[in-house]
């Protein structure tokens, strides 16, 4: 009758670690694929600028392009610039000093930065990370734009911001 509790003991063991080494093999597994096409998802909106040369580059709308900073909070600044990344984005970057971050703080294309373009008075922004495994969008209705003063709703909470051109 010893012997065969051994056994029984022995054969569920067998079966509990089996089982449980399946398991761990199959989750692991499903997490490489996940991030596998997690990172292809984002390579392909992050890392195919530069395909325009010249005169056939787009234009960034040069009354959205600089140095803004927040009426509400003036050590918060957004900056949109010119530069092109892939289909009609532009790089941009953001920072608030509120939260001890300076400009020289950001990575370059990391946290704080961002990717925008302009459709009508609609801004869509995707919002980068440093290790670009995440995209972030967010969209804004431009409300007024001059040369010193941009008014836009978040779309989001519709919230409205309020900045001053400062460069």
């Known amino acids: 009758m010893k012997k065969r509790l051994i056994v029984i003991a022995l054969i569920s063991a067998t079966v509990l670690i089996a089982g449980g080494a399946y398991l761990y093999v199959r989750h692991h597994a499903e ?6 096409s997690t990172e292809v998802e984002v390579a ?3 890392t195919r600028g530069g395909a325009y040369y010249g ?3 787009p234009e960034a709308d040069e009354r959205v392009v ?8 003036p050590h918060w600044y957004r900056v949109y610039t010119s530069d092109w990344e892939t289909e009609d ?8 000093e509120d939260e001890d971050v300076l400009e020289t703080d950001l990575r370059w294309h990391g946290n704080g930065w961002f990717l925008w373009k302009l459709e009508g008075n609609t801004v869509s922004e995707l919002v980068v990370t440093d290790g670009c495994l995440a995209v972030i969008p967010h969209q804004y209705t431009i409300t007024s734009i ?3 003063k941009m008014t836009y709703t978040e779309k989001r909470d519709k919230v409205v911001r309020s ?5």
């Open 44 to 46: 392909e909106i992050v």
């Open 66 to 73: 600089g140095r803004w900073q927040s009426e509400e909070n």
């Open 163 to 167: 900045f001053r051109k400062v460069q």
């Open 89 to 96: 984005y532009f790089w941009g970057k953001e920072w608030n």
């Open 31 to 36: 997490e490489e694929q996940a991030a596998e």
């Open 55 to 57: 005169d056939d580059a």
């Open 146 to 148: 001059t040369a010193e």
